[in-house]
Structure formats: C-alpha cells, structure tokens
C-alpha cells in the first residue's frame, strides 16, 4: 500500500482484510489509521534519537512524523487535547541552544510552519492561479485539485478567491466546504467555485 496506492490496490487490499462490508465512511477511517501507524512508526526512526541538539535536522523530522500522527489521531478521535498534552512532554526536552529553549519551542517554529492542511492548499491554489494558469485538474506536490469553475475580475482592488468541494486527508475523498477572501495583488482578481482536493501520498 505504500508504495502502490492505486484505487485497484486499496480496493483489493480492503477486500482480503476487511471482516465485513465497509461504508465509504469505514475505509476513509481505515486508511486514516493505517496512515497514523504508519507516521507513528517513522517517528521512532533511530537517526532522530541519536543527537547532541534537539533542534537538528533529524530530531526535527522524527518530530514532524509525530505531528502528522498527531494530526490524523485528533481527526479521527476527535480530541482536541491531544496536542497539549504532547507539547507539554516535548517542552521537557530542552535544547543545548538557548534560543530554541525545549521541544516545544522547536515544534512550533520549524514544526507546525511545515504543517500542510486544507486552509493552506486552497490558499497556495488561490496564490499561485493569479501567476499560473491551472486546467481543470492540477496536480501540487502530494494533492490533486480539479476546479470546478472560476471567475475572473480584473477591477476589483483587492483579489479573492472561494472554494468548496471535497478534500481528503487519504486516498479518499471527504465532503467538505472551503471559503476564504484572500488579499492577493491590487487590480487582480481570481474568484473561482467547485474546486475538490485529494491527495495519494499524505
């Protein structure tokens, strides 16, 4: 599944493990925790843990496994103190160097800046439609995006841009709604409607 993530895969990955028919909900689930164990995993990776600073490359990037697992966990069980409970073990860490201060310190300023959610793929969408013409499907980095239809308005003196549709946190798709008014560049503005996210590799 990692390395082949093909709908024909997942289907047929599902269809030896499953003990009963899932809904669209139940595999969206599935794959959600089999993506927190996964990350849950990586986040052990031994390179991370053999370090003199916390703030290292490595340290840094066994951390980022762990906020994805993080992430996905608080989704899925819908616990939004999860995060406060693991910053305040990470704050026990401190760093060798004092303007990092501990772990937590760390989480925040190279962690969660490299966070990717829905909010700011639609946000790099709308910022990069105004200096690129994006089709009706586009691909950026892990997501796919297909737009549903767009607006152009050339006197307004602010940009924005709207969008709505569907986003997944795994292969499948998610019902979800995203509007965002975003200040682009004066004179210019790109509007559009119906656009739906994806991604195969989360």
Not at 14 to 32: F, G, M, P, Q
Not at 72 to 92: C, R, T
């Amino acid at each position: 599944m990692i390395l082949d993530r093909s709908p024909d895969n997942m289907a047929a990955f599902l269809a030896r493990h499953a003990h009963r028919k899932l809904s669209e909900s139940d595999e969206i689930t599935v794959w959600k925790l089999l993506e927190l164990q996964r990350h849950a995993m990586l986040m052990y990776t031994s390179c991370g843990w053999f370090f003199d600073e916390l703030s290292g490359i490595e340290t840094v990037q066994v951390i980022q496994y762990a906020s994805r697992a993080l992430q996905l966990a608080q989704d899925v069980f819908a616990d939004p103190s999860l995060e406060s409970a693991f910053l305040a073990k990470l704050a026990e860490a401190k760093s060798n160097l004092a303007e990092h201060q501990d772990g937590a310190r760390i989480f925040e300023k190279f962690v969660r800046p490299a966070i990717v959610d829905f909010p700011k793929l639609a946000a790099h969408y709308a910022i990069r439609s105004v200096f690129e013409e994006y089709g009706e499907h586009a691909k950026i980095y892990s997501y796919e995006v297909d737009r549903g239809s767009i607006l152009e308005i050339t006197t307004s003196p602010v940009a924005c841009a709207s969008s709505s549709g569907n986003r997944s946190t795994g292969p499948l798709p998610i019902p979800c709604t995203r509007h965002f008014p975003e200040p682009i560049l004066p004179k210019s503005c790109s509007c559009w409607t119906g656009a739906s996210t994806r991604t195969s590799i989360p």
